[in-house]
T-cell receptor, first 112, second 115 residues
Framework: GENVEQHPSTLSVQEGDSAVIKCTYSDSASNYFPWYKQELGKGPQLIIDIRSNVGEKKDQRIAVTLNKTAKHFSLHITETQPEDSAVYFC???????????FGKGTRLHILP | GAVVSQHPSWVICKSGTSVKIECRSLDFQATTMFWYRQFPKQSLMLMATSNEGSKATYEQGVEKDKFLINHASLTLSTLTVTSAHPEDSSFYICSARTFSYNEQFFGPGTRLTVL
């Protein structure tokens, strides 16, 4: 089955700098890669996703890149702000009906 | 975007009692709903998947007689923790997906504390 590895587990970034979180997946059949942000005591919120027919996707300060050959995908947050502090989860799903497999999460701290 | 609600947001109960958690999709019909469990500082662990009108499919190691799931309509799924014990204390999160969407939307979670 699918396995998703996520790094780093903790990341501290100065406010205004960029943050990058990286994930790898094992199942070459995976074709959908969402990213979730979870604030303390709340459920995960979908922030961006990418499908396997696309190499990069941007939404304002957030971007995701996908390298299918290497089975890598990454989340990039530019011009970080205090409200970006949260736990971020990457995930992968082999096809529409399969369950989403989550990475272990990255705790992002934005330093003032 | 699609909204998923959960009720209650937190519950405290005595050991041995049963607790029911409701999950509702507010503005879309959820053909599939998922129930997750999350311990502090850990990732989400899928407990079961349910399709409307069908029996839930439980993940390995999850006791189906202890965690009863009902997905009776396209907008409502319930999780009942039967004979709860302190080790069942956790953050329970539901998620919903509709057939026409690829995305999976999460509820705000329910904090269960068993004394």
């Amino acid at each position: 089955g699918e396995n998703v590895e996520q790094h780093p587990s903790t990341l501290s970034v100065q406010e205004g700098d960029s943050a990058v979180i990286k994930c790898t997946y094992s199942d070459s059949a995976s074709n959908y890669f969402p990213w979730y942000k979870q604030e303390l005591g709340k459920g995960p919120q979908l922030i961006i996703d990418i499908r396997s027919n696309v190499g990069e996707k941007k939404d304002q300060r957030i971007a995701v890149t996908l390298n299918k050959t290497a089975k890598h995908f990454s989340l990039h947050i530019t011009e970080t702000q205090p409200e970006d502090s949260a736990v971020y989860f990457c995930a992968a799903r082999p096809n529409r009906d399969d369950k989403i497999i989550f990475g272990k999460g990255t705790r992002l701290h934005i330093l003032p | 975007g699609a909204v998923v609600s959960q009720h209650p947001s937190w519950v405290i109960c005595k050991s041995g009692t049963s607790v029911k958690i409701e999950c509702r999709s507010l503005d879309f019909q959820a053909t599939t709903m998922f129930w997750y469990r999350q311990f502090p500082k850990q990732s989400l662990m899928l407990m079961a998947t349910s399709n409307e009108g069908s029996k839930a499919t439980y993940e390995q190691g999850v006791e189906k007689d202890k965690f009863l799931i009902n997905h009776a309509s396209l907008t409502l799924s319930t999780l009942t923790v039967t004979s709860a014990h302190p080790e069942d204390s956790s953050f329970y999160i539901c998620s919903a997906r509709t057939f026409s969407y690829n995305e999976q939307f999460f509820g705000p979670g329910t904090r269960l504390t068993v004394l």
